[in-house]
């Protein structure tokens, strides 16, 4: 029998365990330094526990910039792991290379903070989309398995993200900063150590299968490797003319800029696959269906993902954190919404396989649109509370908290069917790279939230709150209208 295919957790492939531990582990590190990464830009960059001083603007412009390209660079870390390592490797190497950027930023300055920023890029970019794409390759026999294997998955996502905020938190929030970035490496390091301890577990799952000569892959490796260095000179050089005042550019705008470059380079992307990638009328079609996802996806991140900075700042500023004489640190609240997942995870994935099993689930496309409407609900509740919150009077935390539950009903609706929808729909020669834009949908998404949560500079917390509440809830109502066409394209895939 297949390694990767033997029972023995939760009646799922011993394999998932491995990558489970894994990913809880890096989601661990990043979420733990995800909390305090807005609160230690903005916090003074004098005192006991010295922050970096910055603006709210320029904090989230720097939080939406970094979270972008987190998500981004998994669409070429998923051509590396399809066309030249395979995805077992690229998860290791992303490991390594985010591990080492968490140590960077303990080093406290402010040189080594930005170099460990693009450290965790990078790694994150070759780890997060191919982690998930060996979960699918455990199931090659898909249906609402595949769904519930994703769902427990998913669960061990929110595990490490509860751990992370927070030890994180408390480290770096309450002692020093630095050493909460620092506990956010040793979690990566756990994980490393774990995925290489499960290696015999996974099978075949994430080995390179391209069917190509070693000749054929040594000529595209170096070829890749040729680009990457052009591009990685060009990005010094800009770096350069940025620092020393040669190019004057906000951060806001940069985020804009890129935002347009990112949506125009997936459209032209998608484009060019549908009509010159070689594909069949039913890939075509699926591959349409994947862009629709795509959009719905990016218009969820951008409300969801404000949880690491306006969410936090209002955490921060205008919540009663104090509980039995102890305030608790603003970073920890972030822990409120995985809490939920892990709770609801396991109840969702058991629901998705009762109503399959009596020809009642709702197909992909619904779900995506429940999830929209799931997030506009969090936010009006939210802008309800914020009407009636002041710094001399903060709410009580209980409006978070209603908040964060009604948005992990609708990541629950979205997130994991998303992440199985797209190892459904992807043509298999374009798995990995399918759920990369998976994932690009989410860098537009954390983008577009640093930018709006810049606007809590000039714009009233409440004013923001239901003005996003207004536009994905839009976004859920469109969803569920179209559901039915966007079915008929997925063909059999449900």
């Given at each position: 029998?297949?390694?990767?295919?033997?029972?023995?957790?939760?009646?799922?492939?011993?394999?998932?365990?491995?990558?489970?531990?894994?990913?809880?582990?890096?989601?661990?590190?990043?979420?733990?330094?995800?909390?305090?990464?807005?609160?230690?830009?903005?916090?003074?960059?004098?005192?006991?526990?010295?922050?970096?001083?910055?603006?709210?603007?320029?904090?989230?412009?720097?939080?939406?910039?970094?979270?972008?390209?987190?998500?981004?660079?998994?669409?070429?870390?998923?051509?590396?792991?399809?066309?030249?390592?395979?995805?077992?490797?690229?998860?290791?190497?992303?490991?390594?290379?985010?591990?080492?950027?968490?140590?960077s930023m303990a080093v406290p300055t402010t040189t080594f903070f930005f170099i460990g920023l693009a450290l965790i890029v990078i790694g994150t970019g070759l780890?997060?989309?191919?982690?998930?794409?060996?979960?699918?390759?455990?199931?090659?026999?898909?249906g609402a398995r595949r769904d519930a294997g994703f769902s427990i998955f998913y669960m061990g996502i929110n595990v490490g993200a509860i751990l992370g905020p927070?030890?994180?938190?408390?480290?770096?929030?309450?002692?020093?900063?630095?050493?909460?970035?620092?506990?956010?490496?040793?979690?990566?390091?756990?994980?490393?150590?774990?995925?290489?301890?499960?290696?015999?577990?996974?099978?075949?799952?994430?080995?390179?299968?391209?069917?190509?000569?070693?000749?054929?892959?040594?000529?595209?490796?170096?070829?890749?490797?040729?680009?990457?260095?052009?591009?990685?000179?060009?990005?010094?050089?800009?770096?350069?003319?940025?620092?020393?005042?040669?190019?004057?550019?906000?951060?806001?705008?940069?985020?804009?800029?890129?935002?347009?470059?990112?949506?125009?380079?997936?459209?032209?992307?998608?484009?060019?696959?549908?009509?010159?990638?070689?594909?069949?009328?039913?890939?075509?079609?699926?591959?349409?269906?994947?862009?629709?996802?795509?959009?719905?996806?990016?218009?969820?991140?951008?409300?969801?993902?404000?949880?690491?900075?306006?969410?936090?700042?209002?955490?921060?500023?205008?919540?009663?954190?104090?509980?039995?004489?102890?305030?608790?640190?603003?970073?920890?609240?972030?822990?409120?919404?995985?809490?939920?997942?892990?709770?609801?995870?396991?109840?969702?994935?058991?629901?998705?396989?009762?109503?399959?099993?009596?020809?009642?689930?709702?197909?992909?496309?619904?779900?995506?649109?429940?999830?929209?409407?799931?997030?506009?609900?969090?936010?009006?509740?939210?802008?309800?509370?914020?009407?009636?919150?002041?710094?001399?009077?903060?709410?009580?935390?209980?409006?978070?908290?209603?908040?964060?539950?009604?948005?992990?009903?609708?990541?629950?609706?979205?997130?994991?069917?998303?992440?199985?929808?797209?190892?459904?729909?992807?043509?298999?020669?374009?798995?990995?790279?399918?759920?990369?834009?998976?994932?690009?949908?989410?860098?537009?998404?954390?983008?577009?939230?640093?930018?709006?949560?810049?606007?809590?500079?000039?714009?009233?917390?409440?004013?923001?709150?239901?003005?996003?509440?207004?536009?994905?809830?839009?976004?859920?109502?469109?969803?569920?209208?179209?559901?039915?066409?966007?079915?008929?394209?997925?063909?059999?895939?449900?």
């Amino acid at each position: 029998m297949n390694a990767a295919s033997g029972k023995g957790f939760f009646g799922h492939p011993r394999g998932l365990a491995t990558l489970f531990f894994t990913e809880l582990w890096e989601r661990f590190s990043y979420y733990g330094m995800r909390a305090l990464l807005v609160l230690f830009m903005t916090a003074e960059a004098m005192g006991s526990n010295p922050g970096l001083g910055f603006s709210v603007g320029k904090a989230t412009a720097i939080y939406g910039l970094y979270t972008f390209f987190v998500y981004v660079l998994s669409l070429p870390g998923g051509w590396v792991a399809d066309k030249l390592w395979g995805q077992r490797k690229a998860v290791f190497v992303g490991g390594c290379i985010i591990a080492a950027g968490h140590f960077s930023m303990a080093v406290p300055t402010t040189t080594f903070f930005f170099i460990g920023l693009a450290l965790i890029v990078i790694g994150t970019g070759l780890l997060k989309p191919n982690v998930s794409s060996m979960v699918g390759d455990l199931y090659p026999e898909g249906g609402a398995r595949r769904d519930a294997g994703f769902s427990i998955f998913y669960m061990g996502i929110n595990v490490g993200a509860i751990l992370g905020p927070l030890l994180c938190g408390i480290l770096g929030e309450g002692y020093n900063w630095h050493y909460g970035f620092s506990l956010a490496g040793f979690g990566m390091v756990l994980g490393l150590i774990s995925y290489k301890y499960g290696f015999k577990f996974l099978g075949d799952a994430g080995d390179l299968k391209t069917g190509e000569s070693e000749e054929i892959l040594q000529k595209r490796s170096k070829k890749f490797y040729g680009i990457l260095s052009f591009i990685t000179a060009l990005l010094v050089i800009f770096g350069f003319l940025v620092s020393s005042g040669a190019i004057t550019v906000t951060l806001e705008a940069m985020a804009e800029y890129l935002g347009y470059a990112a949506v125009a380079i997936t459209v032209a992307f998608f484009a060019y696959i549908i009509f010159f990638g070689g594909h069949t009328s039913e890939e075509k079609k699926k591959l349409g269906v994947i862009f629709w996802l795509f959009i719905l996806a990016a218009i969820f991140w951008s409300g969801f993902e404000q949880a690491g900075s306006s969410l936090n700042l209002f955490a921060k500023d205008l919540t009663d954190r104090v509980i039995l004489g102890t305030e608790v640190p603003a970073s920890t609240l972030q822990l409120i919404n995985p809490f939920f997942i892990v709770i609801f995870a396991p109840i969702f994935g058991w629901l998705w396989t009762w109503l399959a099993n009596r020809n009642a689930n709702p197909s992909i496309p619904v779900k995506f649109g429940l999830g929209l409407l799931g997030l506009a609900a969090g936010f009006f509740v939210l802008s309800w509370g914020a009407a009636n919150a002041t710094a001399a009077n903060p709410v009580t935390p209980a409006w978070l908290v209603v908040t964060y539950f009604l948005h992990t009903c609708g990541e629950l609706a979205l997130s994991p069917v998303g992440l199985s929808s797209m190892t459904k729909l992807a043509p298999k020669s374009r798995v990995s790279q399918m759920m990369g834009i998976w994932f690009v949908a989410a860098a537009l998404g954390n983008l577009f939230a640093g930018i709006m949560a810049g606007q809590l500079e000039t714009l009233a917390p409440t004013n923001l709150f239901w003005s996003v509440a207004l536009f994905v809830g839009g976004g859920g109502i469109i969803a569920l209208l179209a559901s039915p066409g966007v079915k008929k394209l997925m063909g059999d895939v449900e």
